[in-house]
């Protein structure tokens, strides 16, 4: 995957341009902005590896029958087994940060494996950060000791991820939860990936969350004729960061992955009634 830039503030610089866009952190200034390799914002990497997927799809279902849609995703041949932490199949529950995780939704199931953290996994703040360091491999020394610095600050204390798959497994969606220790920070964190996004000039805002338009945002490409679609959302909740990204095959339900957003915002806010 190619590296991709922009320019943009870092959630750690937010405050020094505070006074530069009207006191607002982590927004995009107007005035010479550091350019950043966004080695650290998996919403982005994520709509370029769906990118790169619906190049791969389409020519790989060239010569299939066109009339049945393509499936992102095959279900297991076999079922999993009970589970001690709970339910495995509507996600575990066993730490607290899983437990904010939505549950699997009736018309959903567990979807496909998102790394070494599977399709319900979590990362510790100290195993977390190291991975996002990983990021900085290639950088030269003083660029990646500039890096490093940046996810230290994030203060990062645990990584939460669960996906989901739709019945007829032409939707795919991935969330994750990120909690750091200071709601500041990732509110900061929020605004620098929201701006990164606007910033860019493919994106469009929609759909709007409904009951948290002011802590959520959800991007679609303007204009794209991929067989793969995608929507990536961000929002934040107290000391959680937390983002979605969806990928499907047309026609591509952007309602139901706003619905599911919403769901898990309203879980985060009330855990047991959205369940």
Same mark, same amino acid.
């Given at each position: 995957?190619?590296?991709v830039?922009?320019?943009?503030? $870092?959630?750690? &610089?937010?405050? &020094?341009? #505070?006074?530069?866009?009207g006191?607002?952190?982590?927004?995009?200034?107007s005035? @010479?902005?550091?350019?950043?390799?966004?080695?650290?914002?998996?919403a982005?990497?994520?709509?370029?590896?769906?990118? !790169?997927? #619906?190049?791969? $799809?389409?020519?790989?279902?060239?010569?299939?029958?066109?009339?049945?849609?393509?499936?992102?995703? &095959?279900?297991?041949?076999?079922?999993?087994?009970k589970?001690?932490?709970?339910?495995?199949a509507?996600?575990?529950? %066993? $730490?607290?940060?899983?437990?904010? +995780?939505?549950?699997v939704?009736?018309?959903?199931?567990? !979807?496909?494996?998102?790394?070494?953290? /599977?399709?319900?996994?979590?990362?510790?703040? *100290?195993?977390?950060?190291?991975?996002? =360091?990983?990021?900085?491999? /290639?950088? #030269? !020394?003083?660029?990646?000791?500039?890096?490093e *610095?940046?996810?230290? =600050?994030? @203060?990062?204390?645990?990584?939460a991820?669960? %996906?989901?798959?739709?019945?007829?497994?032409?939707l795919?969606?991935?969330?994750?939860?990120m909690?750091?220790k200071? =709601?500041? $920070?990732?509110?900061?964190?929020?605004?620098?990936?929201?701006g +990164?996004?606007? %910033?860019?000039?493919?994106?469009?805002? &929609?759909?709007?969350? *409904?009951?948290?338009?002011?802590?959520a945002?959800c991007y679609?490409l303007?204009?794209?004729e991929?067989s793969?679609?995608?929507?990536?959302c +961000?929002?934040?909740?107290g000391?959680? %960061?937390?983002? +979605?990204?969806?990928?499907?095959?047309?026609?591509?339900?952007?309602?139901a992955?706003?619905?599911l957003?919403?769901?898990?915002?309203?879980?985060?806010?009330?855990?047991g009634?959205?369940i």
């Open positions: 995957m190619n590296d830039t922009a320019q943009a503030t $870092t959630p750690d &610089e937010s405050d &020094e341009n #505070a006074g530069e866009n006191g607002v952190p982590g927004t995009v200034p005035g @010479r902005p550091r350019r950043v390799i966004l080695m650290a914002l998996p982005v990497l994520v709509a370029a590896a769906v990118a !790169g997927a #619906a190049v791969y $799809t389409e020519n790989s279902v060239d010569a299939a029958d066109r009339s049945a849609r393509t499936r992102l995703w &095959e279900e297991p041949a076999h079922k999993p087994g589970d001690p932490a709970g339910d495995v509507r996600g575990r529950v %066993s $730490t607290e940060l899983s437990k904010l +995780l939505l549950p939704p009736a018309g959903y199931r567990l !979807g496909p494996d998102n790394g070494e953290l /599977g399709n319900d996994g979590e990362l510790s703040g *100290k195993k977390a950060t190291a991975a996002m =360091k990983l990021n900085a491999r /290639g950088l #030269a !020394g003083k660029e990646r000791r500039a890096h *610095k940046r996810i230290d =600050k994030l @203060r990062i204390e645990g990584i991820t669960r %996906s989901y798959t739709g019945g007829d497994n032409t795919a969606i991935s969330t994750e939860i909690r750091m200071d =709601k500041k $920070t990732v509110r900061n964190f929020y605004a620098f990936k929201t +990164l996004f606007e %910033s860019i000039g493919i994106f469009r805002t &929609e759909p709007k969350i *409904k009951g948290h338009t002011r802590n945002r679609v303007r204009k794209g991929d793969i679609q995608s929507m990536n +961000l929002a934040y909740d000391e959680l %960061s937390i983002s +979605l990204s969806a990928s499907g095959t047309k026609p591509f339900d952007r309602s992955v706003a619905e957003l919403k769901d898990q915002l309203d879980h985060i806010a009330s855990p009634e959205y």
